[in-house]
Protein backbone atom coordinates (compact mmCIF):
# COMPACT_ATOMS: atom_id res chain seq x y z
CA UNK A 1 0.00 0.00 0.00
CA UNK A 2 1.50 3.46 -0.98
CA UNK A 3 1.78 6.11 1.75
CA UNK A 4 -1.20 8.08 2.51
CA UNK A 5 -1.68 11.36 0.85
CA UNK A 6 -0.84 14.05 3.27
CA UNK A 7 -4.62 16.57 3.31
CA UNK A 8 -5.00 19.47 4.51
CA UNK A 9 -8.10 21.07 5.17
CA UNK A 10 -9.06 24.94 4.81
CA UNK A 11 -13.02 25.47 6.39
CA UNK A 12 -15.21 22.70 6.61
CA UNK A 13 -15.27 22.66 10.63
CA UNK A 14 -17.93 21.28 12.75
CA UNK A 15 -20.38 24.30 12.43
CA UNK A 16 -20.23 23.69 8.62
CA UNK A 17 -22.62 21.54 6.21
CA UNK A 18 -20.09 19.83 3.80
CA UNK A 19 -16.89 19.63 5.99
CA UNK A 20 -17.75 15.65 7.20
CA UNK A 21 -18.95 14.79 3.74
CA UNK A 22 -15.29 15.56 2.51
CA UNK A 23 -13.60 14.02 5.74
CA UNK A 24 -15.52 10.80 5.09
CA UNK A 25 -15.29 10.95 1.46
CA UNK A 26 -11.16 10.95 1.79
CA UNK A 27 -11.25 8.02 3.55
CA UNK A 28 -13.34 5.67 2.44
CA UNK A 29 -11.42 4.62 -0.34
CA UNK A 30 -7.62 4.69 2.04
CA UNK A 31 -6.44 7.33 0.26
CA UNK A 32 -5.86 10.53 2.27
CA UNK A 33 -4.98 11.24 5.96
CA UNK A 34 -5.48 14.66 6.90
CA UNK A 35 -2.44 16.16 8.68
CA UNK A 36 -3.57 19.38 9.64
CA UNK A 37 -5.79 22.63 8.57
CA UNK A 38 -7.28 25.80 9.41
CA UNK A 39 -11.20 24.55 9.88
CA UNK A 40 -12.36 27.48 11.21
CA UNK A 41 -11.70 31.28 11.40
CA UNK A 42 -12.21 31.14 15.04
CA UNK A 43 -8.62 29.93 16.49
CA UNK A 44 -10.01 28.30 20.16
CA UNK A 45 -12.79 26.67 17.55
CA UNK A 46 -10.73 25.82 15.28
CA UNK A 47 -8.09 23.66 17.56
CA UNK A 48 -11.47 22.09 19.74
CA UNK A 49 -12.81 21.13 16.65
CA UNK A 50 -9.12 19.18 15.72
CA UNK A 51 -8.92 17.59 18.83
CA UNK A 52 -12.71 16.28 18.85
CA UNK A 53 -11.36 14.68 15.00
CA UNK A 54 -8.08 13.88 16.63
CA UNK A 55 -5.60 15.99 14.27
CA UNK A 56 -2.48 17.01 15.62
CA UNK A 57 -2.78 20.21 17.31
CA UNK A 58 0.74 21.31 15.86
CA UNK A 59 -0.52 21.38 12.48
CA UNK A 60 -3.30 23.19 13.25
CA UNK A 61 -2.86 26.72 11.57
CA UNK A 62 -4.77 30.36 13.02
CA UNK A 63 -5.31 31.34 9.08
CA UNK A 64 -4.17 29.75 5.49
CA UNK A 65 -1.52 32.21 4.99
CA UNK A 66 0.03 30.79 8.24
CA UNK A 67 -1.06 27.49 6.84
CA UNK A 68 1.43 27.83 4.10
CA UNK A 69 4.30 29.94 5.39
CA UNK A 70 4.08 27.09 8.17
CA UNK A 71 3.81 24.16 5.68
CA UNK A 72 6.67 25.01 3.44
CA UNK A 73 9.46 25.25 5.99
CA UNK A 74 8.10 21.38 6.87
CA UNK A 75 10.42 19.05 4.76
CA UNK A 76 8.15 17.83 1.42
CA UNK A 77 7.80 14.55 2.64
CA UNK A 78 6.14 15.85 5.58
CA UNK A 79 3.96 18.37 3.85
CA UNK A 80 0.74 18.70 3.03
CA UNK A 81 0.42 17.83 -0.84
CA UNK A 82 -3.48 18.95 -1.75
CA UNK A 83 -5.61 20.96 0.43
CA UNK A 84 -9.29 20.81 0.19
CA UNK A 85 -11.00 24.31 0.36
CA UNK A 86 -14.05 23.89 1.96
CA UNK A 87 -15.14 27.68 2.62
CA UNK A 88 -17.44 30.04 1.61
CA UNK A 89 -17.12 31.21 -2.09
CA UNK A 90 -15.51 34.46 -1.44
CA UNK A 91 -12.22 32.10 0.16
CA UNK A 92 -11.99 29.77 -2.85
CA UNK A 93 -10.01 31.89 -5.04
CA UNK A 94 -7.48 33.59 -2.48
CA UNK A 95 -7.28 30.12 -1.17
CA UNK A 96 -7.16 28.21 -4.19
CA UNK A 97 -4.59 30.56 -6.17
CA UNK A 98 -1.90 30.48 -3.02
CA UNK A 99 -2.01 27.21 -2.71
CA UNK A 100 -1.44 26.64 -6.13
CA UNK A 101 1.06 29.29 -6.37
CA UNK A 102 3.47 27.73 -3.45
CA UNK A 103 3.19 23.79 -5.07
CA UNK A 104 -0.09 22.35 -3.54
CA UNK A 105 -2.44 20.35 -4.99
CA UNK A 106 -6.11 21.95 -4.65
CA UNK A 107 -9.61 19.80 -4.21
CA UNK A 108 -12.08 23.06 -4.33
CA UNK A 109 -15.13 23.29 -3.59
CA UNK A 110 -18.11 25.01 -6.10
CA UNK A 111 -18.69 27.18 -7.14
CA UNK A 112 -15.02 27.56 -8.14
CA UNK A 113 -14.74 31.38 -7.73
CA UNK A 114 -17.07 34.70 -7.24
CA UNK A 115 -16.32 35.89 -10.87
CA UNK A 116 -15.16 34.96 -14.28
CA UNK A 117 -12.26 36.82 -14.12
CA UNK A 118 -10.76 35.55 -10.98
CA UNK A 119 -11.72 31.88 -12.53
CA UNK A 120 -9.61 32.59 -15.78
CA UNK A 121 -6.91 33.88 -13.29
CA UNK A 122 -7.06 30.41 -11.63
CA UNK A 123 -6.83 28.82 -14.58
CA UNK A 124 -3.81 30.07 -15.26
CA UNK A 125 -2.01 29.81 -12.21
CA UNK A 126 -3.49 26.39 -11.99
CA UNK A 127 -1.51 25.57 -15.87
CA UNK A 128 1.67 27.20 -14.63
CA UNK A 129 1.82 25.19 -11.04
CA UNK A 130 1.71 21.95 -12.84
CA UNK A 131 -0.84 20.55 -10.13
CA UNK A 132 -3.80 18.62 -9.38
CA UNK A 133 -6.68 20.71 -9.08
CA UNK A 134 -10.67 18.81 -8.74
CA UNK A 135 -13.55 20.68 -8.22
CA UNK A 136 -16.19 18.98 -6.23
CA UNK A 137 -19.05 18.69 -8.31
CA UNK A 138 -20.12 16.01 -5.92
CA UNK A 139 -22.92 14.33 -8.04
CA UNK A 140 -20.72 13.36 -11.24
CA UNK A 141 -19.05 10.91 -8.79
CA UNK A 142 -22.28 8.42 -8.87
CA UNK A 143 -22.06 5.37 -10.59
CA UNK A 144 -25.47 5.99 -12.49
CA UNK A 145 -24.51 9.50 -13.44
CA UNK A 146 -21.52 8.13 -15.08
CA UNK A 147 -23.09 5.24 -16.94
CA UNK A 148 -25.87 7.84 -18.75
CA UNK A 149 -22.46 9.69 -19.35
CA UNK A 150 -20.99 6.76 -21.37
CA UNK A 151 -23.70 5.26 -22.96
CA UNK A 152 -24.46 8.84 -24.19
CA UNK A 153 -20.80 8.52 -25.58
CA UNK A 154 -21.71 5.48 -27.34
CA UNK A 155 -25.31 6.39 -28.56
CA UNK A 156 -27.25 4.58 -26.40
CA UNK A 157 -30.16 7.12 -26.32
CA UNK A 158 -29.32 8.64 -30.21
CA UNK A 159 -29.00 11.78 -31.08
CA UNK A 160 -29.64 14.45 -28.26
CA UNK A 161 -32.89 16.36 -28.70
CA UNK A 162 -33.82 17.91 -25.26
CA UNK A 163 -31.93 18.10 -21.99
CA UNK A 164 -34.16 19.26 -18.86
CA UNK A 165 -32.21 19.61 -15.47
CA UNK A 166 -33.91 20.39 -12.36
CA UNK A 167 -32.04 21.46 -9.13
CA UNK A 168 -34.75 22.53 -6.60
CA UNK A 169 -34.24 22.98 -2.48
CA UNK A 170 -37.05 25.08 0.02
CA UNK A 171 -34.73 25.61 2.79
CA UNK A 172 -34.11 29.38 1.86
CA UNK A 173 -37.94 29.41 2.35
CA UNK A 174 -37.83 29.41 5.79
CA UNK A 175 -35.77 32.16 6.05
CA UNK A 176 -36.57 34.99 3.11
CA UNK A 177 -39.42 35.85 4.82
CA UNK A 178 -37.62 37.41 7.63
CA UNK A 179 -35.59 40.62 6.67
CA UNK A 180 -33.47 39.89 9.75
CA UNK A 181 -33.01 36.36 9.48
CA UNK A 182 -32.21 37.33 5.61
CA UNK A 183 -28.52 38.80 6.69
CA UNK A 184 -27.30 36.44 8.82
CA UNK A 185 -27.11 33.83 5.56
CA UNK A 186 -23.31 34.38 4.09
CA UNK A 187 -25.80 32.62 0.66
CA UNK A 188 -27.95 35.94 0.49
CA UNK A 189 -24.86 38.29 0.87
CA UNK A 190 -23.37 38.91 -2.48
CA UNK A 191 -19.69 39.65 -0.55
CA UNK A 192 -19.34 36.12 1.06
CA UNK A 193 -21.51 34.28 -2.43
CA UNK A 194 -21.02 36.12 -5.29
CA UNK A 195 -23.33 37.82 -7.82
CA UNK A 196 -25.84 34.73 -7.79
CA UNK A 197 -27.12 32.66 -4.84
CA UNK A 198 -29.67 30.19 -6.39
CA UNK A 199 -27.91 29.64 -9.58
CA UNK A 200 -24.43 30.14 -7.89
CA UNK A 201 -25.04 27.62 -5.26
CA UNK A 202 -27.12 24.79 -7.03
CA UNK A 203 -27.88 26.15 -10.42
CA UNK A 204 -24.55 25.44 -11.32
CA UNK A 205 -24.21 21.44 -10.38
CA UNK A 206 -27.76 21.34 -12.67
CA UNK A 207 -25.30 22.85 -15.55
CA UNK A 208 -22.16 21.32 -14.93
CA UNK A 209 -24.43 17.52 -14.45
CA UNK A 210 -25.83 18.98 -17.93
CA UNK A 211 -22.36 19.58 -19.98
CA UNK A 212 -21.05 16.56 -17.76
CA UNK A 213 -23.47 14.05 -19.13
CA UNK A 214 -24.34 14.99 -22.64
CA UNK A 215 -20.63 16.16 -23.56
CA UNK A 216 -22.57 18.66 -25.28
CA UNK A 217 -21.42 22.55 -24.59
CA UNK A 218 -23.90 25.00 -23.49
CA UNK A 219 -23.84 27.90 -26.37
CA UNK A 220 -26.33 30.64 -25.48
CA UNK A 221 -28.60 31.09 -22.62
CA UNK A 222 -31.82 33.33 -21.34
CA UNK A 223 -32.83 33.20 -18.04
CA UNK A 224 -35.58 34.74 -15.84
CA UNK A 225 -34.91 35.22 -11.74
CA UNK A 226 -37.21 35.84 -8.65
CA UNK A 227 -35.86 37.61 -5.92
CA UNK A 228 -39.32 37.27 -4.28
CA UNK A 229 -38.59 40.73 -2.55
CA UNK A 230 -36.88 44.15 -3.74
CA UNK A 231 -33.91 44.75 -0.92
CA UNK A 232 -33.12 41.22 -1.50
CA UNK A 233 -30.17 41.67 -3.84
CA UNK A 234 -29.74 37.71 -4.35
CA UNK A 235 -31.72 35.16 -6.53
CA UNK A 236 -33.74 32.39 -4.89
CA UNK A 237 -35.03 31.24 -7.88
CA UNK A 238 -34.29 30.82 -11.67
CA UNK A 239 -35.31 29.27 -15.00
CA UNK A 240 -32.73 29.13 -17.58
CA UNK A 241 -33.50 28.44 -21.61
CA UNK A 242 -30.08 26.94 -23.05
CA UNK A 243 -29.06 26.31 -26.44
CA UNK A 244 -26.16 23.66 -26.54
CA UNK A 245 -23.69 22.42 -29.55
CA UNK A 246 -25.70 20.27 -31.87
CA UNK A 247 -28.56 21.91 -32.10
CA UNK A 248 -30.07 20.68 -28.64
CA UNK A 249 -32.47 23.05 -26.31
CA UNK A 250 -33.05 22.65 -22.84
CA UNK A 251 -33.72 23.90 -19.69
CA UNK A 252 -32.40 24.22 -16.14
CA UNK A 253 -34.28 24.89 -13.56
CA UNK A 254 -33.24 25.52 -10.11
CA UNK A 255 -34.73 27.19 -6.68
CA UNK A 256 -34.12 27.26 -3.23
CA UNK A 257 -37.80 28.09 -2.41
CA UNK A 258 -39.59 25.43 -3.89
CA UNK A 259 -41.16 24.53 -0.29
CA UNK A 260 -40.57 21.15 0.83
CA UNK A 261 -38.67 20.58 -1.75
CA UNK A 262 -34.85 18.47 -0.17
CA UNK A 263 -32.22 18.09 -2.39
CA UNK A 264 -34.19 17.62 -5.63
CA UNK A 265 -31.54 17.74 -8.26
CA UNK A 266 -32.60 15.57 -11.47
CA UNK A 267 -32.08 15.31 -14.96
CA UNK A 268 -33.89 14.07 -18.18
CA UNK A 269 -32.39 13.57 -21.41
CA UNK A 270 -34.56 13.04 -24.59
CA UNK A 271 -32.47 11.54 -27.58
CA UNK A 272 -34.35 10.25 -30.82
CA UNK A 273 -34.05 6.71 -29.54
CA UNK A 274 -34.63 6.45 -26.07
CA UNK A 275 -34.70 9.09 -23.25
CA UNK A 276 -32.62 8.82 -19.56
CA UNK A 277 -33.93 10.04 -16.30
CA UNK A 278 -31.90 10.42 -12.89
CA UNK A 279 -32.61 11.53 -9.65
CA UNK A 280 -30.08 12.51 -7.41
CA UNK A 281 -32.59 11.18 -4.16
CA UNK A 282 -32.92 8.19 -5.69
CA UNK A 283 -29.31 7.87 -7.15
CA UNK A 284 -28.79 4.19 -7.63
CA UNK A 285 -31.68 4.23 -10.00
CA UNK A 286 -30.71 5.09 -13.67
CA UNK A 287 -34.13 5.10 -15.86
CA UNK A 288 -33.96 4.61 -20.02
CA UNK A 289 -37.37 5.08 -21.58
CA UNK A 290 -38.47 4.47 -24.92
CA UNK A 291 -41.50 4.94 -27.52
CA UNK A 292 -41.49 0.89 -28.51
CA UNK A 293 -40.13 -1.20 -25.12
CA UNK A 294 -41.20 -0.79 -21.63
CA UNK A 295 -39.08 0.96 -19.24
CA UNK A 296 -35.47 0.04 -17.84
CA UNK A 297 -34.36 0.51 -14.58
CA UNK A 298 -29.74 0.63 -14.65
CA UNK A 299 -28.56 -0.53 -11.60
CA UNK A 300 -24.70 -0.06 -10.13
CA UNK A 301 -22.23 -3.08 -9.83
CA UNK A 302 -23.83 -4.82 -12.61
CA UNK A 303 -21.24 -6.14 -14.58
CA UNK A 304 -23.66 -4.56 -17.58
CA UNK A 305 -22.20 -1.04 -16.65
CA UNK A 306 -18.86 0.87 -17.90
CA UNK A 307 -16.08 0.66 -16.40
CA UNK A 308 -16.11 4.41 -15.55
CA UNK A 309 -19.22 3.75 -13.35
CA UNK A 310 -18.15 0.32 -12.04
CA UNK A 311 -14.97 1.84 -10.36
CA UNK A 312 -17.38 4.34 -8.40
CA UNK A 313 -18.93 1.25 -6.93
CA UNK A 314 -16.89 -0.62 -4.07
CA UNK A 315 -19.67 -3.55 -3.34
CA UNK A 316 -21.72 -6.19 -5.21
CA UNK A 317 -25.19 -4.87 -6.43
CA UNK A 318 -27.73 -4.42 -4.17
CA UNK A 319 -25.82 -2.99 -1.61
CA UNK A 320 -26.91 1.05 -2.01
CA UNK A 321 -23.89 3.70 -1.72
CA UNK A 322 -24.94 7.07 -1.77
CA UNK A 323 -23.38 10.21 -1.52
CA UNK A 324 -20.14 10.01 0.38
CA UNK A 325 -19.48 7.29 -1.76
CA UNK A 326 -19.97 9.74 -4.66
CA UNK A 327 -18.00 12.31 -3.14
CA UNK A 328 -15.05 9.52 -2.66
CA UNK A 329 -15.00 8.94 -6.31
CA UNK A 330 -14.03 12.43 -6.73
CA UNK A 331 -11.22 11.92 -4.22
CA UNK A 332 -10.19 8.58 -5.83
CA UNK A 333 -9.84 10.24 -9.21
CA UNK A 334 -8.09 12.92 -7.84
CA UNK A 335 -5.82 10.65 -6.00
CA UNK A 336 -4.47 8.67 -9.21
CA UNK A 337 -4.11 12.06 -10.53
CA UNK A 338 -1.77 13.27 -7.09
CA UNK A 339 0.26 10.03 -7.30
CA UNK A 340 0.55 10.33 -10.90
CA UNK A 341 -1.43 7.51 -11.97
CA UNK A 342 -3.81 6.82 -15.10
CA UNK A 343 -7.22 7.73 -14.66
CA UNK A 344 -10.05 8.14 -16.92
CA UNK A 345 -11.88 11.56 -18.05
CA UNK A 346 -14.24 12.29 -16.02
CA UNK A 347 -13.45 10.71 -13.13
CA UNK A 348 -13.62 14.09 -11.27
CA UNK A 349 -14.71 17.86 -12.70
CA UNK A 350 -11.30 19.97 -13.54
CA UNK A 351 -10.53 23.38 -13.45
CA UNK A 352 -12.17 24.19 -17.18
CA UNK A 353 -15.34 23.03 -15.63
CA UNK A 354 -14.84 25.20 -12.80
CA UNK A 355 -14.31 28.28 -15.54
CA UNK A 356 -17.35 27.14 -17.24
CA UNK A 357 -19.58 27.48 -14.41
CA UNK A 358 -18.57 30.12 -13.67
CA UNK A 359 -19.40 31.94 -17.41
CA UNK A 360 -22.65 30.26 -17.22
CA UNK A 361 -23.47 31.89 -13.49
CA UNK A 362 -22.41 35.41 -14.45
CA UNK A 363 -24.49 34.72 -18.00
CA UNK A 364 -27.47 34.04 -16.06
CA UNK A 365 -26.98 37.32 -13.59
CA UNK A 366 -26.83 39.15 -17.56
CA UNK A 367 -29.54 37.57 -19.25
CA UNK A 368 -32.04 38.47 -16.26
CA UNK A 369 -30.59 42.09 -15.68
CA UNK A 370 -30.99 42.78 -19.26
CA UNK A 371 -34.54 41.93 -18.98
CA UNK A 372 -34.32 38.44 -20.19
CA UNK A 373 -32.23 38.76 -23.33
CA UNK A 374 -30.01 35.74 -24.80
CA UNK A 375 -26.54 35.41 -23.62
CA UNK A 376 -24.02 33.73 -25.16
CA UNK A 377 -21.34 31.62 -23.43
CA UNK A 378 -17.74 31.20 -24.12
CA UNK A 379 -16.56 28.53 -26.29
N1 LIG B 1 -20.54 20.02 -3.57
C1 LIG B 1 -21.68 20.18 -2.95
O1 LIG B 1 -22.62 19.47 -3.19
C2 LIG B 1 -21.80 21.27 -1.90
C3 LIG B 1 -22.79 21.20 -0.92
C4 LIG B 1 -22.82 22.19 0.06
C5 LIG B 1 -21.89 23.22 0.05
N2 LIG B 1 -20.97 23.28 -0.95
C6 LIG B 1 -19.97 24.37 -1.01
O2 LIG B 1 -19.08 24.21 0.08
C7 LIG B 1 -18.66 25.47 0.58
C8 LIG B 1 -18.97 25.54 2.06
O3 LIG B 1 -20.37 25.42 2.21
P1 LIG B 1 -21.02 25.02 3.62
O4 LIG B 1 -22.47 24.87 3.39
O5 LIG B 1 -20.27 23.90 4.23
O6 LIG B 1 -20.76 26.36 4.43
P2 LIG B 1 -20.85 26.52 6.01
O7 LIG B 1 -21.12 27.95 6.27
O8 LIG B 1 -21.74 25.49 6.59
O9 LIG B 1 -19.35 26.17 6.50
C9 LIG B 1 -18.25 26.97 6.15
C10 LIG B 1 -17.05 26.55 6.99
O10 LIG B 1 -15.94 27.37 6.63
C11 LIG B 1 -15.33 27.87 7.83
N3 LIG B 1 -14.66 29.14 7.52
C12 LIG B 1 -15.23 30.35 7.26
N4 LIG B 1 -14.26 31.26 7.06
C13 LIG B 1 -13.07 30.62 7.18
C14 LIG B 1 -11.71 31.02 7.10
N5 LIG B 1 -11.38 32.28 6.85
N6 LIG B 1 -10.76 30.09 7.29
C15 LIG B 1 -11.07 28.80 7.57
N7 LIG B 1 -12.35 28.37 7.66
C16 LIG B 1 -13.33 29.26 7.48
C17 LIG B 1 -16.49 28.01 8.80
O11 LIG B 1 -16.03 28.07 10.14
C18 LIG B 1 -17.26 26.74 8.49
O12 LIG B 1 -16.68 25.64 9.19
C19 LIG B 1 -19.41 26.51 -0.26
O13 LIG B 1 -18.57 27.00 -1.26
C20 LIG B 1 -20.56 25.74 -0.87
O14 LIG B 1 -20.97 26.25 -2.13
C21 LIG B 1 -20.90 22.32 -1.90
Known sequence: MPKKIRLGVLGGGGDSLIGVLHRVASHINDNYEIVGGCFNP??????????????????????????????????????????????PNFLHFPMAKKLLDNGFHVICEKPMTTTLEEAKILQKAHKKSGKVFALTHTYTGYPMVRQMREMIK?????????????YYQGWI????????LRSTVWRLDPKKAGISSCMGDIGVHAFNMVEYTTGLK????????????KDNKMDVDGTVLIRMDDHVKGVIRSSQ?????????????????ASFHWEQENPNFLYVKSDTQPMQVYKPGHAYNSKLSLDGTKLPAG???????????????????IRGKRYNDGEFPTMEDGVRGMNFIEATVESNKKKNIWVKMMK
Do not use: W
Request: aromatic share 8%; hydrophobic share 40%; glycine share 6%.
Open 218 to 229: VKSLLSDFNYLY
Open 319 to 337: HPEGIFDSMANIYLGAAKA
Open 173 to 180: NEIIHDKK
Open 154 to 166: KGAIGKIHKVDAQ
Open 257 to 273: VATGDENGLSISIYGAK
Open 42 to 87: DFKANKAFAREIDVPLNRIYSDFDTLIEEELKLPENERIEVCSVLT
